[in-house]
């Protein structure tokens, strides 16, 4: 497919885009000019005094582009260097009048512009998407009462109660500083030195551990804003909230090596995957959920409602949808919008106050003044993409970059020469007022007693695992901590997680070569949260990809029939061959191999599927590539298919290990832990839907169990 220009999707009533399009300058069809509008003759030859001479000073042209070229770089952000985004609408089910006065929360016929970074935490702006890590997603609403920002992940807890601790924590995980080795992981001796000494840590490393570190899709995991947030209605009711996002394709993760592989053949795997979607016209949406508590519930839990490295299991405080997000525009300039865009906790609106959750409270210091740097200044709201819709007035003038050319003599207030202009207005004209709440206390460097327990729900997390994802996060420490160089520290890990989970804590042990923990350990608990488990998450082939393994000789029906049926279901297909270009089937239809052996691999599809005709098959069993192919999706537990001559070939491949279609299955469908096969198929359209069923199933654990 042709990859879009980029500012694809509908321009609508959207008061957002209505505005970037003051911004933006297409240079298509235009002379050539300085950035003063002067005409340029000619770019590629300096001014040089004689022909063989040296450049001249008074070449203004050259020095102003090399000059530009020299500057063009900014500092990358000091977390989340690497992300994506896109524009969308926002709009909520029902007004929700009762729990707060947030404008953009009560018309379900308002559609409120977003832009939306998706990011990951650890490596620098050129590190691989597929990296075990935590996600961010971070959402800027552009409300008629100003912005508002959801910065959250794609974890609902987080490694440290205390913002205090966050330097630490990054400089830990980042590449370490002597060497700048490794980048963009986790799985390294400082890191791993810090989490042994870090108890409160336990919990968040579960989660990273799990398969929610490496998403298949920014489409496919959930966000979480994190923190405890306060609702306050128009009475001045406050409750504490907590806020989601919800995929509507379902939470989806790839596998450990799959991940690492696609590191390599596919780094930008996450940010293809999500412009290709939106250009494609398959809008992502994410349902918008609240968890609320009234604030007489502040102490019922066995967990302090502030601290961040505990989630509300939605089984005590259930989730209520209350809206959805479809993102349906690519940017057109990734460092003008996506780039430059500057996220923080501290801007909300009317109706939407913080909470004392200390990490929260550190939070809405560092965002404000990391864009001072990163973006050169405190003018950083008049980039385009960070303007509000909603109209801005105050006295705040100059500074780098200054954009607006302020009018008038007054800066200040009060004043009697602009009449007390721009006026503050009350409460209930729009103006925000702080949730009065009642503070009292001496001053103190603690941490409250209430934040002590490290591990029980890391305990709860664990014990909500299915069997496969209980398997990975074991895999996954064998990977981390397996990677660690000192031994003191591998055998901490086990003793820390112990703590935990004994069971998981020998397993570590087995793999790293550390002892086995010598305490009792475990915590005692023994329920479950079974929202947390991926197992229990929607299932849908909508959007997912399929490769088409054929060559010369290849069954035109068989291939057709069954790319009609994916088609139809939103599922894409390419056909990869040993050589790009046209095929010709044993009938002599022609039809177009949109990639080869070297261009495709089947890390970047989600299914496998071999039609018929023999002498297609003869050619591919030739082709060592077809069957790695076949057999790294085998590996990968990824759905694989084959049709007549198909079939033969699937016995060549790990695949064969499953039982298929005899040679005189007559039309009729086998399927097996994952693999769907058909001889002298009698109906295409019933094997095209077990295909299907099995594509939306995802993955089939059970060949490696
Ligand atoms: Fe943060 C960026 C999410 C704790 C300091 N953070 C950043 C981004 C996300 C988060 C999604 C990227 C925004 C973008 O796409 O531009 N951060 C979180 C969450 C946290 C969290 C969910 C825990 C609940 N962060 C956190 C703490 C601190 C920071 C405790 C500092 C005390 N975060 C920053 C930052 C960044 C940032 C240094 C870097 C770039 C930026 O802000 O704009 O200020």
Not at 122 to 140: E, M, P
Not at 317 to 338: H, Q, S, W, Y
Not at 417 to 436: D, I, R, S
Request: hydrophobic share 40%; aromatic share 10%.
């Amino acid at each position: 497919m042709q990859q879009g220009q980029g500012g694809s999707g509908p321009a609508g009533n959207d008061k957002k885009i209505q505005q970037l399009e003051n911004f933006r300058t297409a240079h298509n069809n235009q002379t050539l000019t300085t950035n003063m509008g002067l005409k340029l003759s000619h770019t590629d030859d300096s001014l040089k005094a004689g022909e063989r001479g040296p450049t001249l000073m008074e070449d203004f042209h050259f020095r102003e582009k090399i000059t530009h070229f020299d500057h063009e770089r900014i500092p990358e952000r000091v977390v989340h260097a690497r992300g994506f985004g896109a524009y969308g609408y926002f709009q909520v089910y029902q007004p929700m009048t009762e729990y707060t006065k947030a404008k953009f929360l009560q018309d379900p016929s308002l559609k409120t512009p977003v832009f939306v970074r998706f990011s990951t935490v650890v490596g620098s702006r050129g590190s691989a998407d597929t990296a075990r890590d935590v996600r961010g997603f971070a959402t800027k609403f552009y409300t008629e009462e100003g912005n508002y920002d959801i910065v959250g992940n794609n974890i609902p807890v987080f490694f440290i109660q205390d913002a205090i601790k966050f330097p630490d924590l990054i400089h830990a995980v980042k590449p370490e500083p002597h060497n700048e080795v490794p980048q963009a992981t986790s799985a390294h001796d400082t890191f791993w030195d810090f989490v042994v000494n870090t108890p409160e840590t336990a919990h968040m490393i579960m989660w990273l551990m799990s398969d929610r570190a490496i998403p298949r899709s920014f489409r496919m995991m959930e966000g979480f804003g994190v923190n405890t947030f306060r609702f306050v209605n128009a009475k001045g009711k406050a409750r504490f909230v907590k806020f989601h996002w919800k995929p509507v394709l379902g939470v989806h993760s790839l596998v450990r090596d799959e991940a690492q592989k696609l590191s390599g053949k596919d780094p930008d795997f996450h940010r293809r995957d999500l412009w290709d979607a939106i250009d494609q016209g398959n809008y992502p949406e994410f349902e918008f959920g609240v968890q609320m508590l009234e604030e007489e519930q502040e102490f019922k839990f066995d967990f302090d409602i502030l601290d961040p490295t505990k989630f509300w299991p939605e089984e005590l405080v259930p989730v209520k949808i209350i809206g959805k997000m479809t993102l349906n525009r690519n940017v057109d300039n990734f460092f003008a919008e996506t780039e430059q865009v500057a996220f923080c906790p501290g801007n909300v609106v009317p109706g939407i106050d913080f909470s004392n959750d200390p990490l929260l409270q550190g939070r809405l210091f560092s965002y404000q003044d990391t864009q001072l740097i990163r973006l050169g200044g405190p003018n950083f709201h008049q980039i385009p993409v960070n303007r509000p819709v909603a109209p801005i007035h105050n006295n705040q003038r100059d500074g780098y970059h200054r954009m607006s050319v302020d009018q008038g003599v007054v800066s200040y207030f009060p004043n009697m020469l602009q009449q007390n202009t721009p006026t503050p207005v009350a409460e209930g004209a729009g103006g925000y007022v702080h949730y009065a709440e009642k503070v009292e206390g001496r001053k103190i460097r603690e941490r409250s007693k209430s934040f002590q327990d490290f591990f029980s729900q890391a305990t709860l997390f664990w014990n909500s695992m299915s069997v496969v994802e209980k398997a990975h996060i074991i895999d996954a420490f064998h990977f981390e901590a397996g990677s660690v160089q000192d031994k003191q520290i591998k055998q901490r890990v086990v003793d820390m997680f112990n703590y935990v989970a004994p069971e998981l804590a020998r397993q570590i042990a087995l793999g790293i070569g550390a002892n086995p923990p010598s305490e009792q350990g475990g915590t005692g608990v023994t329920a479950a949260s079974p929202a947390v488990s991926q197992q229990n998450t929607i299932q849908s082939p909508k959007t997912r990809k399929v490769a088409v393994l054929a060559a010369n000789g290849f069954c035109y029906t068989g291939l057709t029939q069954v790319v009609t049926a994916l088609t139809n279901a939103g599922v894409s297909a390419d056909i990869v061959s040993s050589r790009m270009g046209m095929i010709t089937s044993s009938d002599g239809k022609q039809t177009e191999a949109a990639k080869d052996f070297t261009t495709a691999d089947a890390l970047l599809y989600d299914a496998v599927y071999v039609p018929g005709g023999i002498e297609s098959i003869q050619e591919l069993a030739k082709t060592l590539d077809a069957r790695n192919f076949v057999n790294e999706a085998f590996k990968h537990d990824k759905t694989i298919a084959a049709a007549d001559d198909g079939v033969d070939f699937l016995k060549t491949s790990d695949a064969g290990k499953v039982q298929l279609a005899q040679p005189d299955s007559g039309g009729k469908l086998s399927s097996g832990l994952g693999v769907a096969t058909v001889r002298g198929a009698a109906d295409w359209a019933a094997f095209g839907e077990e295909f299907l069923k099995l594509i939306a199933i995802d993955r089939h654990w059970a060949r490696h169990l």
